[in-house]
């Protein structure tokens, strides 16, 4: 299926952007997942005219288990903590691991914060068109987290929140809290796999191609607003 593939998560953001051009017009904010969203995101909000940031999550890991994911703790002032109640309860979880775990990825938050944005505070949502972008849905923890954040890092919360990834698993969208009109989602595989799989090139996206396209995207919106 050659037709399918993306060559790079650059090539995947141009073909995505096509398809969100009606957006244009709402002067949305592009909000990446980083690190591997970005370069989707890059090509969006270049393609949109739009402003370019991340948003920064991070997994709650089980005991013994850091990729089990108990749910998932998303940057905001206060920052918004989403569990999956039903595992929490399974594993018969303290509130004092809960609080533990989230404190530890807090504290990774702040260092990515210093790394990839260089200290500057979380976009402001409230009000605004939020296009959310990552590189590709598996079980959508990551994404279910930070959509649900998106809502709630203000008293106001976004205006409307459209979610654009390349590859994800309809049965992976359809439970997303979002409608359908609101999910733009070009591969659609029942047997997704792993989303590398749609890539000719998925080599993993460094901290300083991060910081270089996130400059270059504010530097193009300088240019464009004239400032």
């Known amino acids: 299926m050659p037709e399918l593939l993306y060559r790079d998560r650059r090539d995947a953001g141009r ?3 096509q398809l969100l051009m009606p957006w244009t017009g709402a002067q949305p904010l592009v909000l990446a997942l980083p690190r591997g969203g970005v370069p989707v995101a890059f090509e969006i909000a270049q393609a949109l005219h739009a402003p370019l940031d991340i948003l920064l999550v991070r997994k709650l890991g089980a005991p013994g288990n850091p990729e089990l994911g108990l749910g998932a703790v998303v940057e905001g002032d206060p920052p918004r903590r989403v569990l999956n109640a039903e595992l ?4 018969h979880l303290s509130d004092e691991y809960l609080e533990g775990e989230m404190a530890r990825q807090l504290a990774c938050i702040s260092e990515q914060r210093l790394r990839l944005r260089e200290g500057r505070p979380p976009p402001v949502v409230a009000g605004r068109e939020v296009i959310l972008v990552d590189d590709g849905i598996a079980t959508g923890g990551t994404v279910r987290a930070a959509l649900q954040a998106l ?3 203000s008293h106001a919360g976004a205006a409307r929140v459209v979610l654009a990834v390349p590859v994800a698993p309809p049965q992976t969208l359809a439970q ?6 609101d999910i733009v989602c070009r591969l ?7 989303v590398g799989r749609f890539y000719d090139d998925f080599a993993q996206v460094d901290d300083d191609e991060v910081v270089r396209l996130l400059a270059q995207a ?3 919106a300088r ?3 004239g400032a």
């Not at 929490?88 to 594993?91: P, Q």
């Not at 997303?176 to 009109?181: D, E, K």
């Open 176 to 181: 997303l809290p979002l409608p359908a009109s």
């Open 88 to 91: 929490v309860r399974r594993l």
């Open 223 to 225: 240019s464009v607003s």
């Open 151 to 153: 809502q709630a890092l």
């Open 15 to 17: 073909r995505l952007a």
């Open 218 to 220: 504010a530097m193009t």
């Open 188 to 194: 659609q595989p029942h047997d997704l796999g792993a």
